[in-house]
């Protein structure tokens, strides 16, 4: 079964919103065969092309479309459907409209040859431009989605969801089984195992993707919203906020993060609003010890990514794949030009010959560099456990909160203890010399900003949750009033004092 394009726009637009964008398509200089071919595919799929362009409302906001017909040779792209193609996105681009593009082909246009196939580049061209100028691109893929249409416009989305059961893939099965004469393995090329290998964010239905593209577009907007406009959201109860306990010993601190019942991110996404979950690299990978969302603080849109402490376990912990995806969170942030919160929590990054081989100590390198000269304000949580080098990946930002127990540390004590003295027995001696607490952290500059437990978090998960969220919202407000252009500098300037001696 295919879905046709003015089905897809139907059920994903707001009824009878929709105004086509397109004019005839051209017509390039073809065999009287291919002609007849194209007459009989415009007969049968009832529009003149493979693609439908034009413009709707989605829940009352304006957006641009991009639908493919399979019903037109296969939904496959040749020369004009192209041209129609990139005419949508430069307009969509010279709008300033948000563009949803829902692709269902079996990829370039044979009978068009190598000049159907180099069509891709100009597509590919014309999306990066728009994403470039600051607006969102949404990918809904349906079935199937094959070829280079996949290896292009339809892998390039900010966000990318697609159709339950679609075939999606590059190399077409029948095209395999001619090339090697066997069949391809099956299973692969459907969008469950895409989605369970980090490809793309999620397998739904069109009205489910609806209501998914409505709070991403919402969140990409950039649009801050007064916190009695946001559905869901309860500000938090302010306390009398206590002293933060000198007496608690950094080793008191370690142990109060390794509790069970802490709270994680998970629990401060439950307080935020117009969640949108997010899934993997895009690049075949996908980690779940950590986090990825578009999500608003108390009306503050933003990029969330972090550690997930549920999904850490033993030897299970954060490996170079997690570090990519930190890096797609970045990339958001900046294409979108919306604030990073990043979350910290974690007993530190896989130590595996699989995490050495695929590149785990560049990839944390890559991840400083980045967040160093981000261009978009940035909130770092200290919520838990900050171990090592996955740690410090996600720390550099313009604000850093922590928790009251949470700690920062180039090991796990028991690491520091069993290279100092050769074995564990000073983990807590250790703890105490290096200066990890939240408090250390704070005199030496690392740390702004400190939220208390009282008397700790796994004791109050809801109450400290919504102080935590409270306060990365007040930060992300007092961030915004900066001018853009000062916060890289701000940032580098920051970095550089920090152990520095006057």
Not at 278 to 290: A, H, I, K, M, P
Request: include cysteine; proline fraction near 7%.
């Amino acid at each position: 079964m295919h879905m046709s394009a003015d089905d897809l726009i139907a059920q994903l637009l707001d009824p009878d919103s929709f105004q086509s964008w397109d004019r005839p398509a051209i017509e390039p200089a073809v065999s009287p065969g291919y002609r007849q071919e194209l007459v009989a595919a415009a007969r049968r799929a009832g529009t003149d092309e493979s693609v439908l362009t034009g413009e709707g409302l989605l829940r009352g906001r304006r957006v641009a479309v991009i639908a493919c017909e399979f019903a037109f040779l296969a939904g496959s792209i040749g020369v004009a459907a192209a041209e129609r193609i990139v005419s949508a996105v430069e307009r969509a681009t010279e709008l300033g409209l948000p563009l949803i593009a829902s692709p269902t082909s079996g990829g370039t246009r044979m009978q068009e040859g190598t000049v159907a196939f180099v069509q891709m580049v100009k597509i590919a061209g014309a999306v990066t431009v728009h994403k470039a100028a600051g607006h969102p691109y949404l990918v809904y893929l349906r079935n199937p989605t094959m070829g280079g249409v996949f290896a292009s416009w339809g892998s390039l989305g900010h966000i990318t969801f697609a159709e339950p059961g679609a075939l999606i893939g590059f190399l077409g099965p029948r095209v395999y089984e001619a090339l090697y004469g066997k069949p391809f393995p099956p299973g692969v090329q459907t969008a469950e195992n895409l989605y369970r290998n980090g490809v793309i964010d999620g397998v739904v239905t069109v009205e489910v993707f609806r209501r998914i593209a409505h709070r991403a577009l919402s969140v990409a907007s950039g649009v801050v919203l007064p916190v009695s406009a946001e559905p869901g959201w309860a500000a938090p109860v302010r306390k009398p906020t206590a002293a933060t306990n000198p007496s608690a010993t950094a080793w008191d601190s370690v142990l109060s993060t390794r509790r069970p019942g802490r709270p994680g991110i998970r629990d401060l996404l439950r307080h935020v609003t117009q969640r949108v979950p997010l899934s993997g690299t895009g690049q075949g990978e996908s980690d779940r010890t950590v986090v990825l969302a578009l999500a608003r603080f108390g009306g503050q849109p933003c990029v969330v990514f972090g550690h997930d402490r549920s999904g850490q376990e033993g030897e299970h912990t954060m490996g170079p794949a997690a570090l990519r995806e930190a890096r797609r969170a970045m990339a958001l942030a900046r294409e979108l030009r919306l604030p990073l919160v990043l979350v910290i929590d974690t007993v530190g990054a896989a130590l595996s010959k699989e995490a050495e081989e695929r590149g785990l100590a560049p990839e944390i390198a890559r991840c400083l560099a980045d967040l160093v000269t981000l261009d978009t304000p940035t909130v770092s949580i200290l919520l838990g456990q900050g171990t090592g080098g996955g740690a410090l990946a996600l720390l550099p930002a313009d604000r850093v909160l922590a928790a009251e127990h949470g700690w920062l540390a180039p090991l796990p004590p028991e690491g520091a203890s069993a290279i100092v003295f050769r074995d564990t027995t000073h983990a807590a001696e250790l703890a105490a010399a290096q200066g990890i607490r939240a408090v250390d952290l704070q005199a030496d500059g690392v740390v702004d900003r400190i939220v208390d437990e009282h008397p700790d978090a796994a004791d109050e998960p809801v109450a400290f949750a919504r102080r935590m969220v409270l306060a990365v919202t007040e930060e992300l407000a007092a961030l915004r009033a900066q001018p853009t252009a000062d916060l890289r500098a701000l940032r580098q300037a920051r970095y550089r004092r920090i152990g520095a001696v006057h």
